[in-house]
C-alpha cells in the first residue's frame, strides 16, 4: 500500500509539471503567433496613443518574463483573465461550458465500454462464428469512419428521414434534469415516488433524446477500438500457459475466462484507452460542431476563430489539465489491476 | 490474386535494402492467408491512382458549376422537387405549383452538389489532398518524431525524462484541438501547384480520345493548378510527432543494450554514428507499421480540419462533408459521397496496417491518435 501511495505521489507530481508545461507552451504560443492582442481590441480608426494604452492595460510593454510570471501567478489564483471580443470573465464561460461536455464524454465512453468489452470478448471466445465476423466487421467500419461525418449521416437517416431525434442542441442539462426530480419529490413532499412526473419525465426525456446521436457519434470510434484491442488481447490471453493449467486443474471455462483472462486483457486496454482520451477529447470537440453542442469545444473554435486570446488559453489550460488528471486516474487503476508497474 | 501476388514480391524485394529476408518472409505469408489484407492493398492502389491521375480520370472539371444540374441524385436514386412556374393562359397569368422528380442521369453517377459540380470528380480529386496531406504529415512527423525518440531512449537518463515530459506536454493537447489552434492561429496558407497531366497537355490529348457514357463527350479544360494546403501539412505533422517519438524510443530502448550496440561502443563508435548505424535500422519495422496506421489517422484529422473550415483548400472530401450539411433535408448525397469515399481510404489503409502489425508483430498496439 505504501508503494501504490509512492507511486501515486509521483505520478500526481510528474502531472503538475506537465501541466506546468501546458500553461508554458500556451503562454509562448501567444507569443509565436503573427498578430498583437491590440490589433484585435482596438477599433480600427484607433490612434497610436490609443493602441499604446490598450497594450499598456494588457502588459504588452513588460518584459517577457514579466508577462509570464503575472500569467502564471494570475492563473495559480484562478484568474483566467478577460475574453478580449466581450471582456467578461473566461473562468466562469470555461466552466459554464464544462457540464456539457462532461456529459458527452462520460456517456460516449461508458457506452462504448458496456458494448465493446463484452463484443470483443465473444468475439474472441466464438473465434470463426458468425458474432465473430460481425464485431470484427464492425470495428474495423468504426476506427475508419469518420466521426463527424457519422455524426452527419446519422442526423440525415434518424433525424430528418425518420424523426426520431433532434437534428441538434442540448436544451437542458443532466444537472437540471436530475435536479427537478428532487424539487418534485425533495425532502418537502417525502423521497415517495413523484406525484406529478410530467417535468422530471419531460426534461429527462429530452436530455436523453438530445444526448443519443452524439454519444453514438462521439463513442463508436472508441467502441470499436475497444473491441479491437478486447479480441486481439482476450485471443493472446487465451493462447498462455497459466490458462491452460487453470483449465487442467478443472477450472470452470467461465471463471477461466472472466477471472483469469478477461483480467489480464484489460491491462493493455486501460493503457491505450488513457493514451486515446486526447483522440476522445478531440472527437468531442468536432462532435459539439456538428449537433450545436455548447460545451467547450464550440467554445474553443468560436475563440480561435475571434483570437480571443484570453479565451483559448483558458480553454486548453481546462482540456490540458482534465488530459492529466483523467490520465493520472488511469495509471492508479492501472496500477491496481497490474502491480508490476510500481516499481 | 496471383498477379497482385507477383507484384507484390517484386514491390517487396526492391525493398530489400531496408527489410530482412526473414521479414519479407513473413510479410509474404500473411499476405498469401488473409483475404483482408489483399482487400487492402487493392483499396490504396485505387485511390492512388485516382489521386495521381485525377485530370484523366475524373469525368468534369471538379469545380466549374452548373446551376442547372444542381443537386442531381446519384444513380439509382431520384429527388422531388416544389417546382413554381408562371404560364400565360388567355392573356392572364397563371402560377402552377406542381411537383417534379428530378431523376439521376449517367453524366454525373455519383449526383452533384448545391453548385452543380459532379460529385464524382470531386470525389477524385479530394483524394489528391487527402492523400497528399497523408503522406507528406507522416513524413514530417516521422522526420521530427524519430530522432527525438532515438536520442531519448538511447541516453536514457535526463535526457529521457526531458524529452519524454515534453512530449506528455504535446499529447496533453487532442491532436485536433492543437491542429485547429495552430491553422485558425498561423493563417491557412496554401500552394498552388502546377498539374503537371495539364501542364503538358497530356490530359487534353487523353481525355478528347475518350468519351462518356450516354454519347457525351469528355470535356477538356480541367484545373491547371492543384492546391496544396501547406499550413495544414506542416500542422498535422507537428501534431503527431509524439507517437513517433514514443516507438522509436521503445525500441532505442531495447536495442541499446545489444550486444553489437557494446561491441561498437568499446571499439570507439561515436554516438552519432552507433544511432545512426545500429539503432536506427534495427528500430525501423515498428516505425514504418507506426508510419502506416498514421497515414490513417492524418486523413482523418485533415477532413475534420477540412470540415470545420481549417483547411485551405476547397477541394477536399471533409471541406464537400460541411457543404453538404446544408442540403441535409434535400440532397444526402452532397455529404454521403465524399465520406464514403474517406471510409473506403481508411480502410485500407487500417487493413494493410493490420497486415503488416501481424506479419512484423512489432508490439505497439493502439499507439496513434485517431479522430
Given at each position: 500500500m505504501a508503494s501504490f501511495g509512492r507511486f501515486l505521489a509521483k505520478r500526481v507530481l510528474q502531472g503538475l509539471v506537465v501541466i506546468f508545461g501546458v500553461i508554458t507552451v500556451l503562454f509562448l504560443l501567444r507569443y509565436i503567433t503573427p498578430g498583437s492582442p491590440v490589433d484585435f481590441i482596438a477599433p480600427l480608426d484607433?490612434?497610436?496613443?490609443?493602441?499604446?494604452?490598450?497594450?499598456?492595460?494588457?502588459?504588452?510593454?513588460?518584459?517577457?518574463?514579466?508577462?509570464?510570471?503575472?500569467?502564471v501567478v494570475s492563473l495559480l489564483q484562478?484568474?483566467?483573465?478577460?475574453?478580449?471580443r466581450s471582456g467578461t470573465a473566461v473562468r466562469p464561460r470555461v466552466f459554464a461550458k464544462l457540464p456539457a461536455t462532461l456529459e458527452l464524454a462520460v456517456v460516449a465512453t461508458f457506452v462504448a465500454i458496456a458494448i465493446s468489452i463484452p463484443l470483443g470478448v465473444v468475439s474472441a471466445t466464438r473465434r470463426h462464428t458468425v458474432p465473430d465476423y460481425v464485431a470484427t466487421l464492425f470495428s474495423l467500419l468504426g476506427i475508419s469512419t469518420p466521426n463527424f461525418w457519422l455524426g452527419v449521416m446519422l442526423v440525415v437517416v434518424l433525424a430528418v428521414q425518420f424523426g426520431f431525434f433532434p437534428t441538434s442542441s442540448r436544451p437542458v442539462g443532466l444537472l437540471d434534469a436530475l435536479g427537478n426530480l428532487v424539487v418534485i419529490a425533495g425532502p418537502e413532499r417525502g423521497w415517495a415516488l413523484p406525484l406529478r412526473v410530467d417535468p422530471f419525465l419531460s426534461d429527462m426525456q429530452n436530455w436523453l433524446l438530445h444526448i443519443v446521436l452524439p454519444a453514438i457519434t462521439l463513442g463508436t470510434y472508441f467502441t470499436a477500438l475497444i473491441t479491437r484491442l478486447t479480441r486481439s488481447g482476450m485471443l493472446d490471453q487465451l493462447g498462455r500457459g497459466y490458462v491452460r493449467a487453470a483449465r487442467a486443474k478443472g477450472l470452470p471455462e467461465t471463471l477461466v475466462r472472466y477471472r483469469h483472462a478477461l483480467r489480464n486483457t484489460l491491462i493493455p486496454v486501460i493503457t491505450v484507452v488513457g493514451l486515446q482520451l486526447g483522440t476522445l477529447i478531440g472527437g468531442a470537440v468536432i462532435t459539439e460542431a456538428v449537433f450545436d453542442w455548447p460545451g467547450l469545444g464550440s467554445l474553443v473554435i468560436d475563440a480561435i476563430n475571434n483570437r480571443d486570446w484570453p479565451l483559448i488559453q483558458g480553454c486548453l489550460v481546462v482540456i490540458g489539465a482534465g488530459f492529466v488528471i483523467v490520465n493520472i486516474v488511469v495509471d492508479a487503476l492501472y496500477a491496481k489491476l497490474n502491480p508490476q508497474v510500481m516499481d | 490474386m496471383p498477379l497482385l501476388d507477383d507484384l507484390l514480391g517484386v514491390l517487396l524485394r526492391g525493398l530489400s535494402g531496408v527489410l530482412s529476408p526473414r521479414t519479407i518472409r513473413n510479410l509474404r505469408s500473411e499476405l498469401r492467408s488473409s483475404v483482408l489484407a489483399k482487400i487492402g492493398i487493392v483499396l490504396i492502389v485505387v485511390v492512388l491512382l485516382m489521386a495521381t491521375f485525377a485530370p484523366l480520370v475524373a469525368p468534369w472539371n471538379p469545380t466549374s458549376q452548373n446551376t442547372s444540374e444542381a443537386r442531381e441524385p446519384p444513380l439509382g436514386f431520384s429527388r422531388v422537387e416544389n417546382q413554381t412556374t408562371q404560364q400565360t393562359v388567355d392573356g392572364e397569368v397563371q402560377i402552377i405549383n406542381e411537383q417534379v422528380q428530378v431523376n439521376a442521369t449517367a453524366a454525373h453517377p455519383l449526383g452533384t452538389d448545391g453548385l452543380g459540380r459532379d460529385m464524382l470528380s470531386r470525389v477524385i480529386y479530394g483524394a489528391r489532398t487527402s492523400l497528399l496531406v497523408g503522406l507528406l504529415g507522416t513524413m514530417l512527423a516521422m522526420v521530427i518524431g524519430v530522432p527525438v525518440?532515438?536520442?531519448?531512449?538511447?541516453?536514457?537518463?535526463?535526457?529521457?525524462?526531458?524529452?519524454?515530459?515534453?512530449?506528455?506536454?504535446?499529447?496533453?493537447?487532442?491532436?485536433?484541438?492543437?491542429?485547429?489552434?495552430?491553422?485558425?492561429?498561423?493563417?491557412?496558407?496554401?500552394?498552388?501547384?502546377?498539374?503537371?497531366?495539364?501542364?503538358?497537355?497530356?490530359?487534353?490529348?487523353?481525355?478528347?480520345?475518350?468519351?462518356?457514357?450516354?454519347?457525351?463527350?469528355?470535356?477538356?479544360?480541367?484545373?491547371?493548378?492543384?492546391?496544396?494546403?501547406?499550413?495544414?501539412?506542416?500542422?498535422?505533422?507537428?501534431?503527431?510527432?509524439?507517437?513517433?517519438?514514443?516507438?522509436?524510443?521503445?525500441?532505442?530502448?531495447?536495442?541499446?543494450?545489444?550486444?553489437?550496440?557494446?561491441?561498437?561502443?568499446?571499439?570507439?563508435?561515436?554516438?552519432?554514428?552507433?544511432?545512426?548505424?545500429?539503432?536506427?535500422?534495427?528500430?525501423?519495422?515498428?516505425?514504418?507499421?507506426?508510419?502506416?496506421?498514421?497515414?490513417?489517422?492524418?486523413?482523418?484529422?485533415?477532413?475534420?480540419?477540412?470540415?470545420?473550415?481549417?483547411?485551405?483548400?476547397?477541394?477536399?472530401?471533409?471541406?464537400?462533408?460541411?457543404?453538404?450539411?446544408?442540403?441535409?433535408?434535400?440532397?444526402?448525397?452532397?455529404?454521403?459521397?465524399?465520406?464514403?469515399?474517406?471510409?473506403?481510404?481508411?480502410?485500407?489503409?487500417?487493413?494493410?496496417?493490420?497486415?503488416?502489425?501481424?506479419?512484423?508483430?512489432?508490439?505497439?498496439?493502439?499507439e496513434g491518435g485517431g479522430v
Open positions: 484607433a490612434s497610436q496613443a490609443t493602441r499604446e494604452r490598450i497594450a499598456d492595460s494588457l502588459g504588452l510593454n513588460e518584459p517577457l518574463y514579466v508577462q509570464y510570471a503575472d500569467y484562478g484568474d483566467m483573465g478577460y475574453s478580449y | 525518440g532515438l536520442v531519448s531512449g538511447y541516453y536514457k537518463g535526463r535526457v529521457d525524462d526531458t524529452l519524454m515530459r515534453i512530449a506528455d506536454v504535446s499529447l496533453a493537447f487532442p491532436s485536433l484541438v492543437l491542429a485547429i489552434a495552430l491553422v485558425g492561429l498561423f493563417g491557412q496558407a496554401s500552394v498552388p501547384v502546377p498539374d503537371p497531366f495539364v501542364t503538358f497537355g497530356v490530359a487534353e490529348v487523353i481525355r478528347g480520345a475518350m468519351s462518356l457514357p450516354g454519347g457525351l463527350t469528355y470535356p477538356t479544360g480541367m484545373p491547371e493548378t492543384f492546391t496544396l494546403p501547406g499550413t495544414v501539412i506542416v500542422v498535422v505533422g507537428v501534431v503527431n510527432w509524439v507517437w513517433f517519438a514514443r516507438v522509436a524510443r521503445g525500441e532505442a530502448l531495447g536495442v541499446r543494450e545489444e550486444e553489437y550496440v557494446k561491441a561498437a561502443k568499446s571499439i570507439g563508435g561515436s554516438d552519432g554514428f552507433i544511432i545512426r548505424r545500429h539503432v536506427l535500422p534495427n528500430s525501423l519495422t515498428p516505425i514504418l507499421v507506426l508510419g502506416t496506421i498514421q497515414v490513417a489517422a492524418i486523413v482523418l484529422l485533415e477532413s475534420a480540419l477540412s470540415f470545420l473550415g481549417f483547411s485551405g483548400t476547397t477541394l477536399s472530401w471533409g471541406f464537400d462533408i460541411a457543404q453538404g450539411r446544408q442540403y441535409q433535408t434535400t440532397a444526402w448525397w452532397i455529404a454521403a459521397m465524399p465520406g464514403l469515399a474517406i471510409v473506403f481510404t481508411v480502410i485500407g489503409i487500417n487493413l494493410v496496417g493490420d497486415w503488416l502489425r501481424d506479419a512484423l508483430d512489432p508490439g505497439i498496439e493502439g
